[in-house]
């Protein structure tokens, strides 16, 4: 079971398509959108939460995905959820994307929603975290939580575009971001072509005296 946290930072696209692609490799997944979350998702995808189970009435409207039986979702104030404690063996827990408020939080251990609590229940039970950080610049202080983070056993995965897959759409550009957190939790996909495919295929080898 993969726990997915959706926060209010800009993109939340980038944990509903993570979401999708868990569901329709056979993935359970626990499922946490904080109210601000829900402020951005109506804000970048013209979407109004809706019924008492808000994702999955969202990913149903997208289509792209049959496997919402397996979905399982939390209010962001629930700490009476089993992602609050550690007895739940969630594998894995992936914020994306990651606020920076939240990401402060996860690094002081400052366990003030469900979402903050899970990360704090990832830590300290050698969980798999991982964290989805969507701001630039970034500020001293943010990389100082990335690195505390980090050190605590963290890992932190930039929503930073590989442009040798020649993305041409939004779209793409996600999958790709969606396909780099799949690989990290050991799951297959065809989100996008890796480099080591793409060079079997004949893809062409840049010159090293000009790279260099």
């Not at 999708?20 to 998702?41: C, K, P, R």
């Not at 809706?50 to 999955?56: E, I």
């Amino acid at each position: 079971m993969i726990a997915v946290a959706i926060t209010g930072a800009s993109g939340p696209i980038l944990g509903i398509r993570l979401v999708e692609e868990l569901l329709n490799s056979g993935q359970t997944v626990y499922a946490v959108v904080s109210d601000a979350a829900w402020s951005v998702i109506g804000h970048e995808l013209s979407y109004k939460k809706t019924g008492p189970s808000p994702l999955a009435s969202l990913l149903k409207n997208r289509g792209k995905t049959a496997g919402l039986k397996l979905l399982k979702e939390f209010d962001s104030h629930d700490l009476f959820s089993p992602l609050a404690s550690g007895s739940t063996p969630f594998e894995a827990l992936v914020v994306a994307p990651c606020s920076m408020k939240t990401l402060s939080a996860a690094a002081n251990g400052y366990a003030d929603s469900l979402i903050t609590r899970a990360c704090d229940v990832a830590l300290k039970e050698k969980r798999k975290l991982i964290l989805v950080p969507r701001e630039t610049p970034l500020s001293s202080i943010h990389l100082g939580n990335m690195l505390k983070l980090s050190r605590a056993g963290a890992v932190i995965l930039p929503p930073v575009m590989g442009f040798y897959s020649r993305p041409e759409t939004i779209g793409e550009m996600v999958d790709f971001v969606t396909g780099k957190v799949l690989n990290l939790l050991g799951i297959k996909h065809s989100l996008f072509t890796g480099w080591d495919e793409q060079v079997s295929r004949g893809a062409p080898r840049p010159d090293k005296r000009k790279a260099a």
